[in-house]
Structure formats: C-alpha cells, structure tokens
C-alpha cells in the first residue's frame, strides 16, 4: 500500500469542534474561515485536490430580518457558507491550478422544490437547500473536474460494512431525480470514505452521486444496486449529462406556507367552534 500524500486539515472551530486529523504527521492541520478567501486560498495552495465538506454548524434558523437584510452580508447564513464559501473555494482552485474538487452537500438539492421537505428545509433553515444548489450549479460551470456527494441523512453510527448493512450508491446520470429510500439516512465514516474513493475513479469526474445505507432487515429497491464496500459500486457512475437550473424555491415555500396557515386556520376555528357548542351546552 502506498503512503498517503501530504494533506491539509482546513477548519473553522466555532462549535467546540475538534480538527478531523491532528495526530498524522502527513497532515497539516490549519484554521480558518471558508467564508475567508484569502485563508481559504491559502489552505488550498500546494494540494492536488479538495474535499470540501463545509456546512452551516449550528443550524442557522430563518428570522424575519432576513426579509430585508443581504444574505451574503451575513456570516452565519447559508448564502454566505453554502454558497460564497464553496465560491472562495472554486476561486481558489483556479487561481493555483487545483483541477479536482469534491463537495458534500444532501440529498434535498436533487429534489424538486415542491417537496413538501425541500420546502418545509427552506422556511425552516434559511432557504439552506437553494443556496446548495446554487453552489452546485457554480461548480459546474467552474470548468472543475468535480464529483458532487449527496447522501441521506448523517448520522453517528458506525459503518455499514461493520454492522452488516449495505451501502446504495445513485449517480445523476442514470436518475435525474433521487430513487433511493430518503429515510434510511448513512454513516459519516462511510460518506468520508466515498469522498475519498471517488477521487481514483475517472468515471466520477464531472458526476453527481447520492449515497445511503440500508438495513440488513429492508429489500433492496428493484432499481438498485447494493454492496458492502464503495468500490463495488463506484465503477458504476457516470458523468452528469443535463444541466442543472436553479428552481423556484421561494414561490413553493410560500405556497407551502399559504397551505399551512390554512390547515392551521381551520384547526383553530373548528376547536374554538367546538368549545362554544360545549360550553352552550354546559350553560343550558
């Protein structure tokens, strides 16, 4: 096995977390901000590839000043991490000549913005899953050799191959929009590890996969394949072949939000209807 080459731990400690390595002498460990170009460029100066695993921690919950205020002008919003991060990032790459990129983002960007959750996501977290895929589109069009990861759900558990479950791997190319089960959510170890893997697959150059572990105890669906290990399935992907557009997130959240407020109206006015007749009664 050959050695690992050289590598650059670029993070931003703001939550009281640790560093992903600080004890493998091939590993420089360094902080920064992603939303920092001038940190961020000088992270990625010297490497051969990124994996770029960024997001908004802790969660950044929509306000009502973000009606007027500029998104971008804000640190801790989406559009300021999720999308002028991964911007300074592509920026970096370019000006020092750095031709691969790998970006995690989740399965929401791949669904339509009439998902009840990619909208419910929305009016929740900062309109998190526009600003994603804004970031995608940007890659794309940044001429990088990328390979976009977008699994299911994180979660602190041990690897599939470790609990015998099996790991379900999806590329853009074969399905437009996602065809795995959502809910079964998968490891952080093994998105770490496909993060890695694709990078010696020429195949996922340019290509978007989605990823998620299924139980031992649940049939796999018909369309797919499973396996223990990631390289049983990487050979598989292939190059995205359509473009991808940004989508009208703010018009189905309203209509999501317009629903709500009705269902929510109409709850309330059949329990205060249905205290009155109780009460009449009561009375009489």
Known sequence: VEPAAPATDFFSDTTGRAPLVVNDSQVEVCQGDVTDPEAVSRAIEGVVAVIDVHGVAPLRFTRLSDIWSDPLADSS????????????????????????????????????????????????????????????????????????????????????????????????????????????????ADVASLCVEVLGYGGC????????????????????????????????????????????????????????GTVLCALCYGIAKLVWIISSAALR
């Not at 929305?122 to 940044?142: D, F, G, P, Q």
């Not at 139980?215 to 049983?232: G, L, R």
């Open 77 to 188: 919003h989406p559009a300021s991490v999720n999308f002028k991060g991964v911007l300074n990032i592509v920026s970096a790459c370019q000006a020092h000549g750095v031709d691969r990129l790998v970006r995690l983002t989740g399965m929401s960007v791949a669904m339509k913005a009439s998902s009840p959750l990619v909208w419910v996501f929305c009016l929740l977290l900062s309109w998190t899953v526009k600003w994603h895929r804004r970031a995608e589109i940007l890659i794309r069009e940044s001429g990088l050799n990328y390979t976009v990861v977008q699994p299911s759900g994180l979660k602190d558990f041990a690897a599939a191959h470790e609990r015998g479950d099996m790991l379900l791997l999806e590329c853009e190319a074969a399905s437009p929009l996602p065809a795995l089960p959502p809910a079964t959510g998968i490891s952080r």
């Open 205 to 260: 150059n340019k290509a978007t996969v989605r990823c998620v572990s299924l139980p031992q105890f649940k049939q796999v669906p018909p369309a797919s394949k499973a396996a223990s290990e990631w390289s049983q399935l990487i050979p598989s992907v292939k190059p995205d072949t359509q473009a991808l557009t940004d989508q009208s997130y703010v018009t189905y959240s309203l209509v999501g939000l317009t629903l709500i």
